[in-house]
């Protein structure tokens, strides 16, 4: 891996403080004695056992051993990782990046409880040639719980009841109740993650190098890379990427550049999702945070504001040469650019471990504990409270719309209606929505929060409306799809400052799923995740619109589409 950076020369000089600073107080060693007071006295000691992991990952290489050879003589033909947030973002990356590997299973990822999501999911692979992989750390978060009681059920119809548990791989910590499912129904195996690992923490940990095992991939060279990120952490701050990058991150924060715009070569694209999550759920509280910016093409440099960072990740040997001379341009015009640069695809494990220690750096400097996160436990309580009206009534709590224009119902509080309505050039649509985003000012973001299948052509939609956002604003733009990024992202947006400007879009249900042995299904579950999302963003004064569409999405956000064109024009 190669490090480079360029700052503009005030951010510079903050940097080289905090840089002697770690020097003179002998941070980095005490970074590796894991030491609280580097951070809040918070319990953060409590959450540092991904430091040494790798080193202990890498002692277990006779049981990764077993497992792919048992995963290979099996004959699967599909792996289907049921998680969220932790437990399926590292995953994602080696599924996207790695692809299928010669003689074991292609890795699919579920990480929705959209309904139309979940059954393309099952449709799309043979679950008698599948192993379902159950990735948990609590074993209580609702999405993977009721993902594998719907999997079960219907391995239990594929390959009979006796056999379905030999179709199942849990990955939980010790004690937790997935365990004892797992123990129950006869799982394969079951593996373990640290409790001293929290989730976002855990890529290289059973979390992700179970996964990997499983998928094929060489477990000694990628532990090995992840090592060669280990040694490097270790040094002076002045040599030490990670740490140089850490302090990058922190003092930029302080500074006023809360945005980190990543960029990455075409063929490692996925891992910008990976570090959404990472960077936002443990940097975004307090009124704090650095929000991640993923997926957004590359533009002009005039376009950005002076509230960004930029990180460039590259592939050497592949990479785009436009794409090299557009963030070129973005350096020239006296924007920081952070490069890093691989020349493997293993080394996205060293990546891994790299931007792990650069985040909890930057927490330091920044004063928080990156550890914990307070604003995704309120979305789940919200959620909770949601369902369990349902269990009771039959239906979720009912709003009314402040407005609905070509079938599609506007949602927003009393208060914040009342403001769009004043602004608004007309009762349409499109009116609330050129109030709604004239609401966006220099140093805020626009997050489009869509709780609809991750589709491809549905992500394009929405990808065509943030870009025309941030072409006419000029501001960072963010896009999530729930319930996802309600593990990732949505720390940030709860926590953060209140910087962001939100369009959450909700569709009808063309069907729905049922959970098996729940008075709930897929559809009331996301209805729930949606409504508990929009609750606390609203309960935290965030300028937050709901639109919701018809059961035809790909209709509804055409006409969305047009409706921000007229607002933005």
Not at 111 to 125: C, E, F, L, W
Not at 129 to 140: D, Q, R, W
Not at 362 to 383: C, H, L, R
Not at 515 to 532: E, N, R, T
Request: hydrophobic share 45%; aromatic share 8%; proline share 5%.
């Amino acid at each position: 891996m190669s490090f480079r950076f360029v700052l503009p020369a005030k951010l510079r000089d903050t940097v080289n403080q905090a840089a002697a600073d770690w020097t003179q107080n002998n941070k980095v060693a005490r970074f590796w004695q894991k030491d609280p007071s580097l951070w809040t006295r918070d319990g953060e000691e409590n959450w540092l056992g991904w430091i040494d992991i790798v080193e202990r990952e890498q002692k277990e290489a006779a049981a990764h051993a077993a497992l792919a050879a048992d995963v290979k003589a099996a004959g699967f033909k599909t792996a289907l990782l049921l998680g969220m947030g932790g437990s399926s973002l590292c995953p994602e990356v080696l599924s996207v990046t790695f692809g299928q590997q010669p003689g074991f299973p292609a890795l699919h990822i579920v990480d929705s409880t959209d309904p139309a999501q979940v059954k393309a999911a099952r449709d799309k692979v043979n679950l008698a040639e599948t192993l379902v992989i159950v990735a948990s750390k609590s074993g209580s978060t609702l999405e993977p719980n009721v993902l594998k009681q719907y999997f079960f059920e219907e391995m239990k119809k594929a390959v009979g009841a006796d056999k379905a548990g030999s179709h199942f791989l849990a990955i939980t910590d010790p004690g937790s109740k997935m365990e004892q499912v797992a123990k129950a129904d006869g799982f394969r195996h079951i593996f373990y993650g640290d409790p001293t690992v929290g989730g976002r923490f855990s890529a290289l940990s059973n979390f992700g190098v179970v996964v990997a095992t499983v998928a094929g991939l060489d477990t000694a060279k990628l532990l090995s890379e992840a090592a060669k990120g280990v040694a490097s952490a270790k040094l002076a701050p002045s040599s030490n990427p990670a740490v140089e990058l850490g302090l990058i991150l922190g003092s930029a924060a302080n500074a006023g550049r809360d945005k980190i715009t990543v960029f990455t070569s075409p063929e490692i694209y996925d891992l910008g999702a990976w570090l959404e999550q990472l960077i936002a759920e443990s940097t975004g509280k307090l009124g704090k945070g650095i929000t991640p910016v993923d997926r957004e093409a590359i533009a002009a440099p005039q376009v950005y504001g002076d509230d960004r960072i930029f990180a460039y990740v590259r592939l050497s040997g592949t990479s785009d040469p436009s794409q090299d001379a557009k963030v070129a341009a973005l350096e020239a015009a006296g924007h920081p650019v952070v490069h890093i640069e691989i020349s493997d695809l293993y080394e996205i494990f060293g990546q891994f471990f790299t931007w792990e220690v650069a985040t909890a750096v930057a927490g330091s400097v920044m004063g928080i504990n990156p550890f914990n996160q307070p604003d995704v436990e309120s979305a789940k309580i919200e959620t909770r409270a949601l369902t369990s009206a349902y269990e009771q009534t039959g239906k979720l709590p009912e709003r009314k719309p402040v407005l609905v224009d070509q079938g599609i119902e506007v949602y927003a509080t009393d208060a914040y209606a009342a403001t769009l309505k004043s602004a608004a050039p007309a009762e349409t649509l499109a009116g609330y929505l050129r109030a709604h985003l004239n609401q966006i000012h220099p140093g805020d973001y626009f997050a489009a929060l869509a709780f609809l299948p991750m589709f491809p052509e549905h992500e394009a939609a929405i990808q065509g409306l943030r870009h025309k956002v941030r072409d006419s604003k000029h501001v960072a733009t963010c896009l999530g799809f729930g319930p996802r990024f309600l593990h990732s992202t949505g720390q940030d947006y709860k926590g953060g400052p209140n910087t962001g400007v939100f369009l959450q879009i909700t569709a009808a249900h063309a069907f729905d799923v049922e959970i098996p042995g729940q008075k709930l299904s897929f559809g009331i579950v996301i209805d729930a995740q949606a409504g508990g999302d929009l609750a606390v963003l609203e309960s935290r004064g965030r300028r937050a619109l709901r639109v919701h569409l018809g059961s035809d999405v790909s209709a509804g956000l055409k006409a969305l589409a047009a409706a921000i064109d007229q607002a933005l024009a």
